[in-house]
Nanobody, 129 residues
Framework: QVHLRESGGGSVQAGGSLRLSCRISGFSGSTYINSCMGWFRQAPGQEREYLAGINRHGSTHYADSAKGRFTIPQESDQNTMYLQMTSLEPEDIAMYYC????????????????????WGQGTQVTVSS
């Protein structure tokens, strides 16, 4: 059974940085060679928002809201994915989720939550001004 677990959230001051991790278990990357992963967030009272994605070839894609501040580092591999976040602001307060799609052959990765087959429980990010 596939499980995704996020970690690394917490409280930071505005301008600070956080590195989120997503550990994937029960999923064989060698089997699903066209899978892709991504990060979403959901702020209180708002809809889930796509942030970034990466495919099995290491190609990344970022939503406009994430460009320049959020990065999926290249050390992400088939079992662990990261999200490096810098210059955090109170507007970034949200629950952050990692997601996994088992078969996506086109670029960019999907930006709709409904296109993903698995997701984690989320990790909370809080930014104080």
């Amino acid at each position: 059974q596939v499980h995704l677990r996020e970690s690394g959230g917490g409280s930071v001051q505005a301008g600070g940085s956080l590195r989120l991790s997503c550990r994937i278990s029960g999923f064989s990357g060698s089997t699903y060679i066209n899978s892709c992963m991504g990060w979403f967030r959901q702020a209180p009272g708002q809809e889930r928002e796509y942030l970034a994605g990466i495919n099995r070839h290491g190609s990344t894609h970022y939503a406009d809201s994430a460009k320049g501040r959020f990065t999926i580092p290249q050390e992400s591999d088939q079992n662990t994915m990261y999200l490096q976040m810098t210059s955090l602001e109170p507007e970034d307060i949200a629950m952050y989720y990692c997601v996994l799609n088992r078969y996506w052959t086109i670029y960019p990765p999907p930006s709709s939550w409904s296109d993903y087959h698995w997701w984690g429980q989320g990790t909370q990010v809080t930014v104080s001004s």
